[in-house]
């Protein structure tokens, strides 16, 4: 969809200081909320549910990575869907399907039931979260938006830094001996009550001229990702039978088989999954690659992490959160820095530094990592975390602008969702390769005592390939344009909204 035909489907009632807009914001921002907490808040509360319900390290990776699956293969339709129906319509399905998804996931009879639950509840997050933008650019009018996206803006950096704590006080607290159980039903009432308030203040927005959907390229993206994941989170476990193998190579005749079809569908509707036209464009196709890595990089990362401190370590859930509270607000103070003072002045070298700087702190961690062993403090992190916290603010907020600068105007609205999908494709490629650079040097039958400097091994090793995936970044990061301008020749202006699929960047994965 051009991010002009939200513009044109604004609704003249609310634009012209009707209250309810406000009640509308309220209930979208609480929907954004929701899915920025969930995907934090699991994380923490990973240990748990491992040790509770037996599961095995593949299924705890797939509580993960299944949702970030999901996510990201329906985005862009979820967009869509909302232009074609109705935006209303398309987020009351979405929230209702996710707290049902939510109940499932929080009743879960064992990891398999989990797993499923959060495969619907990353495909029912595609439905919700785009319209999110959508409704507010149809809802208000020009001259309010600034100050509705610096809500937005804070209501990101809240979900960033209180979901790993409020998953850390619902696990800890063991409410009604349901143990991990609340962060998923805490979702329940919220959902409740914002279908109930969205059906009556937000008012019903369509495009006029909406693209088509594109189920067979949907289709073939999800079937080349999971034929890469399956085998990857599985093989360690199977022994790395040569089916693996064979399906990892299959990936890439699906992919191509893909990228043959998005070109046909393009001469044929113009309406495909994935415009090809924009990899022409030598910023984009680098910003695209760098979304993909840094997802790669942060799935490994934060799920690497929490088995360390909480398993490797014996931390309870509680400290663990504290312990990422000082990594969440350097992001917050870095990326308000980046964008408002530092980009305008120093362009696309503020990026370098920022994947550097991260480096910088990955690597210091793996020191202290190696250096105190089992006996490491939450102090003793707070300066590698915090120096990784900077440098992924640097990275973060600006990193969107950099690479739709030089996008033109008619595919600005395609290169967002585009961005926004292949970020989470990298988070839930990351989260797969956790079995091989993290697991894949921890032996799988370990006595109590070994468990511990096994998982503290196993954490150096994958911070290693941290290390390393933002170095090819910084590399990569060269191709952007060495300042970029605001939305060169086509992203949103003020008087335009975000394309079906678009979302504002996710501080903390």
């Given amino acids: 969809m051009h991010s002009t035909d939200i513009a044109h489907a604004r ?4 634009a012209t200081g009707d209250r309810r807009r406000w009640f509308a914001l309220a209930i979208v921002m609480t929907a954004a909320f929701m899915d920025l907490v969930d995907v934090t808040i699991v994380n923490i509360a990973v240990p748990s549910i491992q040790r509770d319900e037996g599961a095995t390290f593949s299924q705890i990776q797939w509580i993960t990575a299944g949702y970030a699956l999901a996510f990201a293969a329906g985005l862009v339709t979820g967009g869509r ?3 074609i129906h109705g935006r209303k319509r398309v987020f009351l399905v979405g929230i209702g399907g996710f707290t049902v998804a939510s109940a499932l996931c929080g009743l879960a009879v064992n990891p398999e039931m ?10 029912m997050a595609a439905l919700m979260v785009p319209q999110v933008l959508s409704i507010v650019h149809a809802t208000f009018p020009a001259h309010e938006r600034g100050k509705v996206f610096g809500l937005f803006g804070a209501i990101v950096g809240l979900g960033a830094v209180s979901g790993p704590l409020l998953g850390a006080l619902l696990t800890e607290g063991n409410l009604f001996g349901l143990e991990w159980r609340p962060i998923f039903l805490i979702n329940l009432p919220v959902g409740v009550a914002a279908l109930v308030l969205g059906s009556r203040f937000i008012t019903e927005s369509k495009a006029p001229r909406a693209l088509k959907l594109d189920l067979p390229g949907v289709a073939l993206v999800t079937l080349a990702l999971l034929m890469l994941l399956y085998p990857l989170t599985r093989g360690r476990e199977l022994g790395w039978p040569v089916w693996g193998y064979v399906s990892m190579a299959g990936a890439l005749v699906v992919f191509a088989a893909l990228v043959a079809y998005e070109r046909a569908k393009g001469a044929r509707d113009g309406s495909p999954l994935i415009e090809l036209s924009l990899f022409r464009v030598k910023s984009f196709a680098a910003g695209i690659a760098v979304q993909t890595v840094f997802g790669v990089g942060l799935g490994v990362f934060f799920l690497v992490w929490t088995l360390y401190m909480q398993i490797g ?9 504290l312990t990422g509270v000082p990594f969440s607000v350097a992001v917050s103070v870095a990326a308000g820095m980046s964008v408002q003072q530092l980009v305008p002045r120093f362009g696309r070298k503020v990026l370098q530094a920022g994947a550097l700087v991260m480096a910088a ?9 190696e250096r105190y062993g089992l006996g490491i403090t939450s102090w003793q992190m707070a300066l590698p975390l915090v120096v990784m ?12 602008d950099a690479v739709l600068s030089e996008v033109p105007r008619e595919h600005a609205g395609s290169a967002s969702g585009l961005i926004n999908t292949v970020q989470q494709m990298g988070h839930a490629l990351g989260l797969g390769l956790v079995s091989v650079v993290f697991f894949g040097v ?8 070994e468990v511990g400097p096994a998982f503290v091994d196993g954490f150096t090793h994958a911070l290693g390939w941290v290390a390393a995936v933002l170095g090819a970044i910084f590399l990569l990061m060269f191709a952007l344009p060495k300042r970029p301008a605001q939305h060169v020749e086509g992203a949103a202006d003020a008087e335009e909204a975000p394309a079906a699929g678009e979302k504002e960047p996710e501080l903390v994965p």
């Fill in 442 to 449: 921890i032996d799988e039958r370990l006595a109590p005592a």
């Fill in 361 to 369: 702190g990955v690597l210091i961690y793996l020191a202290e990592a």
């Fill in 81 to 83: 869907l909302g232009d």
């Fill in 389 to 400: 916290g900077a440098g992924m603010g640097l990275i973060v907020a600006p990193l969107t």
């Fill in 313 to 321: 370590l014996g931390w309870s859930a509680l400290r663990a959160g």
């Fill in 11 to 14: 609704t003249p009632e609310l």
């Fill in 114 to 123: 989990l797993v499923a639950s959060r495969i619907l509840q990353g495909a």
